[in-house]
């Protein structure tokens, strides 16, 4: 690969864009269902016309055990679908929305890379729509109406010890992990001890993205659960009479967002859970939208497969009765350098010892996703770094577990350089080879469920819960709430929960620190090692430097 190319906002910033119309209509959209935010972006909205068509074939992208190295999960998503649009599929991606905590801070921008981008980019990754303003609204709505139900009398006897609901904002601030408010005086409240989540860690972000419509996200809204009474009686959304004014400030976000990749293809764009604490997924309206507009639809799932794809197959797929038909897994020779040992710094260096002890991780998660029933192909994207033997390595890796391993050029050649790469995941879907199986069912017991991702998933001998955690999961149970999947919160960089035990480690114990209910998501979080729930920034965030340049152009968002 030696094409020399730009920054990806200087890439972006040179596309040709189509109107958004235009391509609305590669896929059957009609402009009377468009709402359009300007002329590339656009949300859609649909009554029933969709539900007669048939759906198409649905390809998870995941990916190895992340690393500073980097694995191009959604340069590869996109660069996939512009690759299955040259070979004659009518192919749509569905992504998820940056969050702008991870733009102005470590990550920044989250549209792709290279020549395998989704644009308007710096739209896109700066308030796009508005969506995330409008779960953050709803969100702090209902931290409000607590308060006040509290302030005026608290007829519920709600125990302000016992509220549940923390507030939130889309940005990345460790001042406000805990708070006290309600300060001042009896004009102001009862003070409380409080703090504030990241919105992409909200139950609301969660709620919005697995709602079929606006009638079930209002349902979902009203079963949140917001605290408890002195006696621990759960009180909810519903009780205060939240959940209605809730779905009015949400009632546009629930609408997919359409745009294009650089290649003028259609990608959906919307919702964006948190991969830890939240199931890390697109909304599953966006999905099955999608589904009944194209031939196939490719999408991806937050962090490793460990993560990812597990919650992707036992959260997204199984309370919105999808059926994926094929997964691609993601690798890089540099990842894979550093699961063998190799510091960052030398990664630039041959090193295919490191390479072949790295592909442990690569075959650990090719084993865990044959786990439900779904056929996998290894999508090697490709580094100017990255030498002959060093791919070899890995495509030997893959292919001694059974699994083709295709080297992708996308980020430099676009589509052009994932056409090998459609064409396997095409064979694989016209072999229709998918027997997709969930991990568990929903009547096994909470505490078995996780016991079962830790040790099937992440190879761990067993979990360890103290005596508070254990009194948790039998209340859960007990309270009605046994036969919901579990979202687990753990690092994303390693199986374990030692973000440094890189690679494929096995014999580990999982200790669950917390259990949350979601009770409007549908789902039990079981939070491991030092997971946060607000970030805070680095010692040199991307803010320092992100600016407008002389032309009143957008600098340093990649």
């Known amino acids: 690969m030696t094409k020399t190319i730009g920054s990806d906002i200087e890439v972006a910033r040179a596309a040709k864009l189509q109107p958004i119309e235009q391509v609305a209509a590669k896929i059957g959209i009609a402009e009377s269902n468009l709402f359009r935010y300007g002329p590339h972006k656009a949300k859609v909205g649909f009554g029933d016309e969709l ?3 048939p759906d198409g074939k649905l390809v998870l992208v995941t990916a190895i055990s992340p690393t500073p190295a980097g694995e191009g999960k959604t340069t590869t998503t996109v660069g996939l679908t512009d690759g299955l649009n040259r070979i004659g599929a009518k192919a749509i991606c569905c992504l998820r929305e940056p969050s702008l905590g991870p733009c102005f801070g470590m990550k920044g921008g989250a549209a792709g890379g290279g020549y395998a981008q989704v644009v308007p980019m710096e739209d896109i990754n700066l308030h796009f729509t508005g969506d995330f303003h409008a779960i953050t609204s709803a969100h702090n709505l209902l931290s409000a109406l607590i308060d006040n139900h509290i302030y005026w009398g608290n007829k519920l006897g709600i125990d302000s010890r016992r509220v549940a609901w923390k507030r939130v904002i889309d940005m990345n601030d460790r001042s406000l992990r ?7 005086g009896v004009a102001n409240g009862y003070p409380r001890e409080d ?7 909200s139950e609301v972000m969660a709620i919005l993205c697995l709602a079929m419509n606006l009638e079930d996200l209002e349902r979902r809204l009203g079963n949140i659960v917001i605290g408890y009474t002195r006696d621990k009686a759960i009180i909810r959304a519903k009780d205060i009479k939240a959940e209605g004014a809730m779905t009015v400030l949400l009632k546009d976000a629930m609408m997919p967002n359409l745009v294009q990749t650089l290649e003028n293809n259609p990608a959906f764009i919307h919702g964006g859970p948190f991969a ?5 997924c697109n909304s599953v309206l966006a999905t099955k939208t999608a589904l009944k507009l194209a031939d196939v639809v490719v999408t991806e799932a937050g962090f490793g497969a460990d993560l990812g794809a597990e919650k992707f197959f036992d959260i997204k797929c199984r309370k919105a009765g999808i059926t994926p038909s094929a997964v691609v897994l993601v690798s890089t020779v540099r990842a894979l350098k550093m699961h063998g040992g190799v510091a960052k710094d030398d990664l630039k260096k041959e090193n295919t010892a490191a390479v072949a002890k790295g592909c442990e991780n690569l075959k650990r998660h090719i084993e865990n996703l044959r786990k439900f029933g779904v056929p996998v192909v290894t999508a090697i994207n490709n580094f100017v770094t990255d030498t002959e033997a060093e791919i070899r390595e890995v495509m ?9 391993a295709v080297l992708c050029t996308h980020w430099a050649e676009g589509g052009k ?7 396997q995941v095409s064979a694989i879907l016209e072999s229709n080879t998918a027997d997709f199986k969930t991990l568990y069912d929903d009547e096994l017991p909470l505490r078995d469920k996780v016991k079962k991702i830790a040790t099937e998933i992440y190879r761990a001998s067993d979990i360890a819960c103290d005596a508070a955690v254990e009194a948790r999961f039998k209340e859960l149970q007990d309270n009605g709430f046994g036969h919901f999947p579990i979202c687990m919160a753990k690092t994303q960089y390693s199986f374990s929960t030692d973000p440094n035990k890189r690679g494929a480690p096995t014999g580990h114990v999982v200790p669950i620190r917390e259990l949350r209910l979601s009770a409007g998501a549908e789902f039990i979080v079981a939070v491991t090692g030092d997971i946060m729930t ?7 965030p991307s803010a320092d430097s992100i600016r407008l340049n002389a032309q009143g152009q957008i600098e340093g968002l990649f």
């Open 51 to 53: 539900n007669s068509r």
């Open 396 to 404: 030997n890796a893959a292919e001694s577990v059974g699994v083709k």
């Open 417 to 423: 350089g994932t056409e090998a790469l459609a064409q």
């Open 195 to 201: 703090g504030f989540d990241i919105t992409v860690a």
């Open 178 to 184: 805990n708070i006290v408010n309600s300060l001042g």
């Open 276 to 280: 830890n604490i939240a199931h890390g």
């Open 534 to 540: 607000m970030p805070g920034l680095p010692r040199v």
